[in-house]
T-cell receptor, first 114, second 112 residues
């Protein structure tokens, strides 16, 4: 089944404790992206990747890192989480860069930083 | 800077009604517009994608229209059902970066 998976789905952590949220897609998509969703603000892009080893900042990259060492995986890293990073996080992927195809979203990771 | 607005923020209708959800955007130079459905605690499910050259797309009881010149899109749901209850999001394709710019959504409740 074609899908985008994220792990963990739920995470409670404390300020400053490094964490990684994994994202994997099995559709051989070139493009992958991370969003966060907050009440009243909607979804905002954090980082995106056009291909392996090619990543760039979105609208709200502060406090986050990403890597794209393999085409299928695009982990989101919070080196020193803070309470303002409490949010619902979504990973998305798309088959090609220049095409108008649908973007597919993972199930989300709900993060609480105490 | 592209901004996407959805009205109303919440809507409650009795089962069987036809309804329209609205989405407006400030910059008409878009690649495409996508409508998503989000169930509580779940991810986003793509419903319809309208290319910039298209006027509408249909899937079952759903019909989405696009008027680029006026910066508007509508999602029409026919014969609504309780299972249609969810948050509906529209998103505009933001160009070369493939970024989607989302509205804040319309929370729909269909009463049995």
């Amino acid at each position: 089944e074609a899908q985008v998976t994220q792990n963990p789905r739920y995470l409670i952590t404390v300020t400053g404790k490094k964490l990684t949220v994994t994202c994997s897609q099995n559709m051989n998509h070139e493009y992958m992206s991370w969003y966060r969703q907050d009440p009243g603000l909607g979804l905002r892009q954090i980082y995106y990747s056009m291909n392996v080893e090619v990543t760039d900042k979105g609208d709200v990259p502060e406090g986050y890192k990403v890597s794209r060492k393999e085409k299928r995986n695009f982990p989101l890293i919070l080196e020193s989480p803070s309470p303002n990073q409490t949010s619902l996080y979504f990973c998305a992927s798309k088959i090609r860069l220049a095409g108008d195809e649908t973007q597919y979203f993972g199930p989300g990771t709900r993060l609480l930083v105490l | 800077k592209q901004e996407v607005t959805q009205i109303p923020a919440a809507l409650s209708v009795p089962e069987g009604e036809n309804l329209v959800l609205n989405c407006s955007f400030t910059d008409s130079a878009i690649y495409n517009l996508q409508w998503f459905r989000q169930d509580p605690g779940k991810g986003l499910t793509s419903l319809l994608l309208i290319q910039s050259s298209q006027r509408e797309q249909t899937s079952g009881r759903l019909n989405a229209s696009l008027d680029k010149s006026s910066g508007r899109s509508t999602l029409y749901i026919a014969a609504s059902q309780p299972g249609d209850s969810a948050t509906y999001l529209c998103a505009v394709h933001g160009g070369a970066t493939n970024k989607l710019i989302f509205g804040t959504g319309t929370l729909l409740a269909v009463q049995p």
